[in-house]
């Protein structure tokens, strides 16, 4: 069985920052490309940020210059660095990663139980 576990999130002023971490455990053998998205009440869920196993990376237009996606493979971990917080960034942020398991050598998708980020005015 594989897990994510989001933490990081909280209550911040606009214009502060955060730093979200998921950690992935259980049978991997392998992780391929992880990424964060977002639920905003009301609102379909939408991609933030991803990077590949090599650290190329994609970002959404509205997060573009404000937040940095970064990965450490040793401790099959992701980051999300959010500086210049606005008060729409307020959402459910949840973690996900294309992952082989170890038992099955098969690849599949995993989330997160997310983390909620709030930005007040």
């Known amino acids: 069985q594989v897990q994510l576990v989001e933490s990081g999130g909280g209550l911040v002023q606009a214009g502060g920052s955060l730093r979200l971490s998921c950690v992935a455990s259980?049978?991997?053998?392998?992780?391929?490309?992880m990424g964060w998205y977002r639920q905003a009440l009301g609102k379909q869920r939408e991609l933030v940020a991803s990077?590949?196993?090599?650290?190329?990376?994609n970002y959404a237009d509205f997060v573009k210059g404000r937040f940095t996606i970064s990965r450490d493979n040793a401790k099959n971990t992701v980051y999300l660095q959010m500086n210049s917080l606005k008060p729409e960034d307020t959402a459910v942020y949840y973690c996900?990663?294309?992952?082989?398991?170890?038992?099955?050598?098969?690849?599949?998708?995993?989330w997160g139980q997310g983390t909620l980020v709030t930005v007040s005015s």
């Open positions: 990077i590949t196993s090599r650290g190329s990376t």
């Open positions: 996900n990663a294309g992952v082989v398991r170890s038992t099955t050598s098969k690849y599949f998708e995993v």
């Open positions: 259980g049978s991997i053998f392998s992780i391929n490309a």
